[in-house]
Structures are given as structure tokens and as C-alpha cells.
């Protein structure tokens, strides 16, 4: 047999017929030995048994034979004893002593509240803010521009031309002038009270015993009421120093929903009950609710109505004009606004998505 000198095993081939397409001489195969490969590979070829490649077995070179291979011995090795092997000991170790540790006290540290359960809220202005921003607030430009009139000296504070930028002015106490003009930089605040029983919605009554602004000591800001409920009207009430929206909420022709509920004397009639969202005659014109309905079914004294009038006492009015007298008046909602969360004679600030709601007019 010959032996090629690839350094592989010459396996035996025999010559395979192929098939003539179209005219084409198939390839001969004479001169291989064996048994033809087919194309499905090498374990159609040789079966199940397929051999391995990279082994020599010819007389030239005699397989390996694991009989006279010397075996393998441990004699000579050297070995650990582990009974020789000096123990472990915490003999001359340190150990903490937990007993003698001082504990963990809370004396003296200050407790935070966690983060979720502190209602977010607008915080008060500060007292000092920077100038140009005192001037933007003031209505007269913007914030850029007002860099501008400060750097060309247009701008006095307490008598004092100021050419800096980043200056800080107080907003209670400092005078700041553009030429003869006198600024008001407040800025805008807005705020929301649970009005109680018992006082004058004004800023100033002599003749009042209380009013609305009695409640609002702890505000550093001057605002004003937002509309007017009656002394003997409580609920929603709103607060503010940004009189172009005020007046878009309380004007008539902006027909802002307001939400009451009413408490009566006596029980509201089937006859009245439809004649209030049809239309009442008053003495300023006809005037209707846009929906009533029944807090309760079995007590007809209690019921929520809807109304979008601006008109002064225009609840009471309407009740008043078909015999009923009002023993109790509550605002539930006005312009997007309700005293959830806000205990009676209580206040809190606007949030920013709150005030940007108010001034974009999207509620109802």
C-alpha cells in the first residue's frame, strides 16, 4: 500500500459515476482507491465509524500500546501531613467588644420628614431678589432688557444710579426708580383660602369686626381677594397681587364656573326646582343656573348648584326671589379651584402648574 507524505492516512477510495448534464463528460475517478466519499460527507462514507484524523497505522509506524507503558507512582513524592499541621488559635487576636461599644443615640440629632409625605407647595418670595428681575416684575420689560437700562444708567436705587449687573434690591424696603418712575417689583403670589363664617371679604373695613386679611398675617406678600363671598359664605376664596388676572376671573363677560352648595330652610319644590334651570326674574334681568342636583335624595334642603354669573349675591338672590331662605352657603369650586386638603380659616400657596392653569384659562 503506499503511503502519501501528507502526514494523514490514505484512505481508500473508489471511483464514483457521476451523472452527464447537459452533454458534460463526468469526471473519471480511475486511479483512487476505496470507496468514493459521497456528498453528504464523510458518515455516509465510512458509517458510523468514522475514523479520526491525524493517525499513522502502517508498518512503518506501529500504533502505541498502553500495555507497556510504565504506570504512574507516588513513591518519592512529598506529601503533606495535616496532623503535623499546627492548629489555628485566636490566642493573642483582638476582639471587638460589642458591650463596650457605645450605642447609637438620638439625642440632639435633628429628624427629617420623608420626602413623600410633605405636600409640595409654592414657597414664599424672598426678600432680596436681583434687580433686573425686580424691574421685569414690575411690568415695564424684560429681564434683558432690564440688564440694558441698568448698564446704560437709567436705573437709581435709593437715590444711587446703579450700573452693575447681578445687584440685589429688597422688595419691602429698597426705593428703585426709572427716571421719575416709581417700580413695584413684587412678585407674583397666588394663594387659596378655606374662608370661615363671620368675616368681611376687603382689605380694609373700619366697621368690620374681621376680615379675610386678619387670616393672612403670616403672607409677607400684599395681596388682595380675588372676587367677594358674602360674611356669611365660606369656602373657596382666592388671594393675589396680579391684578390682569384677577380681573379676568371675576369679570362677567369671562363667565368663570363657580360651584355652591346650599342649605335651605325648607324643602325645594319640583315646580322651583325646574324654574331655576329654566330661568329666573330678578330685578337685573333673567338669570339661570347651568345644573342643580340633589346632595342627598331623601333631603331635598341640600344641593349643589352651578353657575357661571359674576353678579353680587346672585345665589342667595335666586332662592331669596322664590321664597327660600338660605341657611347655609358654601363654595366648592371657582375656577379650577377647591379647598380640598384646607381646613377651615386655613390657606396655602399655588403650585406652578396651578397658577399656569389660572393664566392659560384651562378649566371651565
Known sequence: MEIKKSGRRDYDRQASPRRDYDGKPSRNNEGR????????????????????????????????????????????????????????????????????????????????????????????????????????????????EADRLIQAGAVTVNGVVVTELGTKVNVRKDTVLFGDQKLRGEEKVYLVMNKPKGFVTTTSDPHAEQTVMDLLTKCPTRVFPVGRLDKNTTGVLMFTNDGELSEKLTHPS???????????????????????????????GVISADNLSFVDAKDRRKMGIEIHSGKNRIVRRIFESLGYQVKGLDRVYFAGLTKKGIKRGQWRYLSEGEVNILKMGAFN
Open 33 to 144: 482507491r476505496g470507496e468514493t466519499r459521497s456528498s453528504f460527507g464523510a458518515k455516509k462514507a465510512y458509517g458510523n465509524g468514522k475514523p479520526s484524523f491525524g493517525t499513522r497505522r502502517s508498518e512503518d509506524h506501529p500504533t502505541r500500546s498502553s500495555e507497556n507503558r510504565p504506570s504512574r507512582s507516588f513513591e518519592g513524592r512529598a506529601t503533606r501531613n495535616f496532623e503535623d499541621r499546627p492548629a489555628r488559635s485566636f490566642e493573642g487576636r483582638t476582639t471587638r467588644n460589642f458591650e463596650e461599644r457605645p450605642s447609637r443615640g438620638f439625642e440632639g440629632r435633628t429628624l427629617r420628614p420623608r420626602k413623600n409625605s410633605v405636600k409640595k407647595v409654592q414657597e414664599a418670595p424672598a426678600s432680596e431678589i436681583r434687580l433686573n428681575k425686580f424691574i421685569a416684575n414690575s411690568g415695564i420689560c424684560s429681564r434683558r
Open 254 to 284: 369671562y363667565n368663570k364656573k363657580k360651584i355652591y352648595e346650599v342649605t335651605l330652610d325648607k324643602v325645594l319644590s319640583q315646580e322651583h326646582f325646574e324654574q331655576i334651570l329654566s330661568g329666573v326674574t330678578l330685578e337685573d
